[in-house]
């Protein structure tokens, strides 16, 4: 895997003239062409690098009173190398349903149903099993699953499937399906239904595996697939500083661990003074080979820019997503007229209403306004509350 290092423009409350005058030294280039650079909203410093070298020349910028940001240049996740024609949707997919909901038995129950193609009923296990082998390119094999799980969520959904189908069979219902309809260890019809058609799907992702010859004695992978993608002796202990990205994100982070699970590890990073964020991070998205020297993604800096133009506001707003990854809509100043402020006092409010509360969104400081931590449902949540001031 290789990386990049992308200069986004000066340290605030840097100075000018010292930054520049670091960042010729640094770079060999005129104090002309380093003030250039500066100017920029984002310029590539360095491609194609390892991480321990990515991670030199970012502190190497930093020092120079610039933002410096390590992306890595190719999102594996996101690869389709070996994947059928037909199947290219489905990685997508797949990152879609973990996206979109929280507790990883409900992922996994979704994922299992987009393995059957949706289908239910007494064609399941034949759907699912020619399903199965067209994934694989024809023959159904574990290494051609793994083109679109990791090894450690593949067994972690065997694992769920194993206990699920269990359960199923004696009567009983699991806390984690029951979604809010019904009340206490009552189960809603709801509930009860999606609940009896991921067990049955479930039912039949064991059958054909083993059948197939490709689970363990268990019901689990065999021994011979590497678990924590072969980063399990690199995990010291809790509080150890590491290297990450997060799922379909370039960027590199750095935070702590706060604890290790089956589908990944539970990793901490500042958000802002005072907030912690905490994410579940794939192992695969663990970076282990950058040394002990490294430094956080400036939280200040600005990673992607998205103006909003066709407004009657006396400036083009500017969705912008920063290095802590937050998305922050800048108005380019206060809003003016009294109308204005109403509109924008009430805006972070219509932002949660709209989006039935899954997006947080608070004032900052006068202009700024807080929209959630992903770029495009800030940009659809923004289009629809800014409608009113769209000029016609």
């Given at each position: 895997?290789?990386?990049?290092?992308?200069?986004?423009?000066?340290?605030?409350?840097?100075?000018?003239?010292?930054?520049?005058?670091?960042?010729?030294?640094?770079?060999?280039?005129?104090?002309?062409?380093?003030?250039?650079?500066?100017?920029?909203?984002?310029?590539?410093?360095?491609?194609?690098?390892?991480?321990?070298?990515?991670?030199?020349?970012?502190?190497?910028?930093?020092?120079?009173?610039?933002?410096?940001?390590?992306?890595?240049?190719?999102?594996?996740?996101?690869?389709?190398?070996?994947?059928?024609?037909?199947?290219?949707?489905?990685?997508?997919?797949?990152?879609?349903?973990?996206?979109?909901?929280?507790?990883?038995?409900?992922?996994?129950?979704?994922?299992?149903?987009?393995?059957?193609?949706?289908?239910?009923?007494?064609?399941?296990?034949?759907?699912?099993?020619?399903?199965?082998?067209?994934?694989?390119?024809?023959?159904?094999?574990?290494?051609?699953?793994?083109?679109?799980?990791?090894?450690?969520?593949?067994?972690?959904?065997?694992?769920?499937?194993?206990?699920?189908?269990?359960?199923?069979?004696?009567?009983?219902?699991?806390?984690?399906?029951?979604?809010?309809?019904?009340?206490?260890?009552?189960?809603?019809?709801?509930?009860?239904?999606?609940?009896?058609?991921?067990?049955?799907?479930?039912?039949?992702?064991l059958a054909i595996l083993s059948d197939h010859g490709l689970l363990s004695p268990e019901g689990r992978l065999p021994a011979s697939f590497v678990l924590r993608d072969g980063k399990g002796d690199l995990l010291r202990s809790q509080g150890q500083r590491v290297q990450f990205c997060h799922l379909d994100s370039p960027y590199?982070?750095?935070?702590?661990?706060?604890?290790?699970?089956?589908?990944?590890?539970?990793?901490?990073?500042?958000?802002?003074?005072?907030?912690?964020?905490?994410?579940?991070?794939?192992?695969?998205?663990?970076?282990?080979?950058?040394?002990?020297?490294?430094?956080?993604?400036?939280?200040?800096?600005?990673?992607?820019?998205?103006?909003?133009?066709?407004?009657?506001?006396?400036?083009?707003?500017?969705?912008?997503?920063?290095?802590?990854?937050?998305?922050?809509?800048?108005?380019?100043?206060?809003?003016?007229?009294?109308?204005?402020?109403?509109?924008?006092?009430?805006?972070?409010?219509?932002?949660?209403?709209?989006?039935?509360?899954?997006?947080?969104?608070?004032?900052?400081?006068?202009?700024?306004?807080?929209?959630?931590?992903?770029?495009?449902?800030?940009?659809?949540?923004?289009?629809?509350?800014?409608?009113?001031?769209?000029?016609?």
């Amino acid at each position: 895997m290789s990386f990049s290092v992308t200069m986004r423009g000066r340290r605030s409350g840097a100075d000018l003239l010292e930054t520049v005058a670091r960042l010729a030294k640094l770079t060999g280039r005129s104090a002309a062409e380093a003030e250039r650079f500066l100017a920029m909203p984002e310029v590539a410093v360095k491609r194609g690098v390892d991480l321990r070298t990515a991670n030199r020349y970012q502190a190497a910028l930093e020092d120079c009173g610039t933002y410096a940001t390590i992306e890595r240049e190719s999102i594996p996740e996101n690869s389709l190398e070996g994947i059928p024609e037909g199947f290219r949707h489905l990685p997508a997919r797949l990152r879609e349903a973990d996206r979109e909901h929280r507790y990883t038995d409900r992922i996994h129950a979704v994922i299992v149903g987009l393995l059957a193609d949706g289908v239910d009923g007494p064609g399941l296990r034949f759907a699912m099993e020619q399903n199965l082998k067209a994934m694989c390119g024809g023959q159904l094999s574990i290494e051609g699953l793994l083109r679109y799980f990791s090894a450690d969520r593949l067994d972690t959904i065997l694992k769920d499937a194993l206990h699920t189908v269990d359960v199923y069979r004696r009567g009983g219902y699991r806390h984690v399906i029951n979604y809010g309809y019904g009340n206490g260890n009552q189960i809603s019809a709801a509930d009860s239904a999606f609940f009896s058609q991921a067990a049955r799907r479930y039912d039949a992702l064991l059958a054909i595996l083993s059948d197939h010859g490709l689970l363990s004695p268990e019901g689990r992978l065999p021994a011979s697939f590497v678990l924590r993608d072969g980063k399990g002796d690199l995990l010291r202990s809790q509080g150890q500083r590491v290297q990450f990205c997060h799922l379909d994100s370039p960027y590199v982070h750095t935070g702590v661990i706060e604890g290790c699970h089956a589908i990944g590890v539970e990793v901490s990073r500042p958000l802002r003074d005072g907030l912690q964020c905490t994410a579940m991070i794939p192992y695969a998205n663990l970076l282990m080979d950058g040394g002990d020297a490294f430094r956080p993604l400036p939280r200040e800096a600005v990673l992607e820019r998205r103006p909003l133009p066709g407004y009657a506001l006396p400036q083009v707003p500017e969705l912008k997503l920063k290095g802590n990854l937050e998305v922050e809509l800048d108005l380019q100043g206060p809003p003016a007229t009294q109308e204005h402020q109403a509109f924008f006092a009430a805006f972070p409010a219509k932002v949660r209403e709209l989006s039935g509360g899954w997006i947080d969104s608070e004032h900052l400081a006068p202009g700024l306004i807080l929209v959630g931590r992903n770029l495009d449902q800030a940009a659809l949540a923004v289009a629809q509350v800014l409608e009113p001031l769209r000029r016609r």
